[in-house]
């Protein structure tokens, strides 16, 4: 029997999902599915999507959810993702939530694990701000980074009110090093039942 793992991990901006998402990935043999990465590669490749994509940001709009929910089916149907995946940044809110719940169902299928990183604000705040001054970022100063933050804790927060009655949420202390928070979530997924791929 081949080990699926149909996983979610959120956190706020400066969590380390990211690097925490490409490690629970490799080490499960699945893939990353992050809307960002793929509204990013539609953009530098000047898809139909890419240019749909640039003109709703370029008028500081965000993504609708059913274009977003479209994208995420159409990657999830690849053969790559047919023995499980790990979302980021997807579903964000309530709404996205239903379309994939929806999507999961018609494949007789549910989300195995959402994976929340546990980062108290002030220390996101701190990253953040680290890693702008590290990469020359002009856009992460302080009150974008709070914006940002307030976006999640009003938006994204709120799904897993959906998703913890199932039983579902593995709450992760996300402080620490970074090989300590990625055997917290490989001890929280064994305990699930989710084996690594061999």
Same mark, same amino acid.
């Not at 159409?74 to 997807?90: E, I, K, W």
């Not at 890693?131 to 933050?149: M, P, Y």
């Not at 709120?158 to 490989?186: A, K």
């Given at each position: 029997?081949?080990?699926? *793992?149909?996983?979610?991990? &959120? ?7 990211? =690097?925490?998402? &490409?490690?629970? /990935? ?9 809307? @960002?990465?793929?509204?990013?590669? +539609?953009?530098?490749?000047?898809? %139909? ?5 640039? $003109? ?5 709009d965000l993504v609708p959810d059913e274009l977003t929910s479209e994208? &995420?089916?159409? !990657? ?5 993702? $047919?023995? @499980? ?7 964000? +809110?309530?709404?996205? #939530? =239903? ?7 018609? !494949?007789?299928?549910?989300? %195995? /694990?959402?994976?929340?990183?546990? #980062? ?10 680290? !890693?702008?001054a590290e990469q020359g970022r002009s856009d992460d100063t302080e ?22 009655? !199932?039983?579902? #949420? ?14 917290? &979530?490989?001890?929280?997924?064994? *305990?699930? @039942?989710?084996?690594? *791929?061999?």
């Amino acid at each position: 029997m081949t080990a699926s *793992a149909r996983l979610l991990i &959120v956190g706020p901006q400066g969590s380390g999902k990211g =690097t925490q998402g &490409v490690r629970i /990935a490799e080490s499960y043999g699945i893939p990353v599915v992050s809307t @960002g990465d793929i509204f990013r590669a +539609n953009i530098k490749d000047g898809t %139909d999507l890419g240019q749909q994509v640039t $003109a709703i940001l370029d008028r500081g709009d965000l993504v609708p959810d059913e274009l977003t929910s479209e994208i &995420v089916r159409d !990657r999830l149907s690849q053969d790559d993702a $047919a023995t @499980g995946f790990l979302l980021d940044g997807y579903p964000r +809110n309530a709404a996205q #939530v =239903t379309h994939l719940d929806a999507f999961l169902a018609d !494949r007789g299928e549910s989300l %195995d /694990a959402v994976i929340l990183l546990d #980062v108290p604000r002030e220390e996101s705040i701190a990253r953040l701000k680290l !890693r702008a001054a590290e990469q020359g970022r002009s856009d992460d100063t302080e009150e974008a980074i709070a914006h940002r933050l307030d976006i999640y804790e009003r938006e994204t927060a709120p799904i897993l009110e959906v998703y913890g009655p !199932r039983g579902i #949420v593995d709450r992760i202390d996300g402080v620490g090093s970074l090989e300590e928070i990625t055997e917290r &979530v490989f001890a929280a997924l064994a *305990a699930r @039942g989710l084996r690594l *791929a061999a």
